[in-house]
């Protein structure tokens, strides 16, 4: 688990450079990472924006090595965790951004409804779920990497997939999301970015 946790946290390092570089945080003061494992994105929404708090939500046995990875940081006083299945338990309120990274494909379609419906629950109004996932084409053939790694789910979870865009953007819409959009940087990175 720390292996996997260290190799997530070197290859998110770059990633989310480029996410907080294209999305607008000069208005976030509260984040909630689900999933967040080692902190990696929430400590670059700090860099990008101090006054930033984060929560990181994680399973049980994860959070012990994400704390780990904060007071490395030296911003133990910026991140708090939260423990538990992002299905069953709450996530708490009060958050201006909801980032939500390399989960939906773990998920069936079912699973992520409910996990959109609990980020919106959470989100003050006018706040932003963003997803970072693989996002197919309506034919899900493309991008490559993306068909590829629906293969990897198939084999390796319960219910996973990889999703296209109009799916995720349906289950936001059912979540109550408004003014639903795709963003992609250019080293390749995908996101659905709704507000609620």
């Known amino acids: 688990l720390e292996s996997f946790i260290a190799a997530m946290h070197s290859r ?24 967040g494992g080692s902190g990696a994105f929430t400590f670059e929404f700090i860099r990008e924006n101090p006054a930033i708090r984060g929560t990181i939500f994680d399973l049980p046995n994860v959070i012990p090595i994400t704390r780990q990875y904060i007071s490395r940081e030296g911003i133990d006083g910026s991140v708090t965790t939260l423990a538990g299945d992002y299905l069953k338990d709450k996530f708490g309120y009060d958050y201006d951004l909801v980032f939500v990274s390399a989960v939906l494909h773990i998920n069936s379609p079912e699973e992520n409804i409910l996990l959109i419906k609990k980020c919106a629950e ?11 996932d693989h996002i197919m084409t309506d034919d ?23 999703y296209t865009e109009k799916e ?13 959009r795709r963003r992609d940087t250019p080293q390749g990175s995908n996101m659905m970015i709704g507000i609620k």
């Open 168 to 180: 995720i953007k349906s289950w936001m819409q059912i979540a109550g999301f408004k003014y639903i």
């Open 12 to 35: 998110g390092l770059q990633q989310a450079k480029e996410i907080a570089a294209v999305l607008d945080l000069s208005q976030t003061r509260q984040v909630l990472d689900i999933g």
């Open 122 to 132: 959470a989100l003050n109004p006018g706040g932003q779920l963003v997803i970072l």
């Open 140 to 162: 899900r053939t493309g991008p490559a990497v993306g068909a590829f790694f629906a293969l990897n789910m198939l084999v390796g979870t319960e219910k996973g997939d990889t």
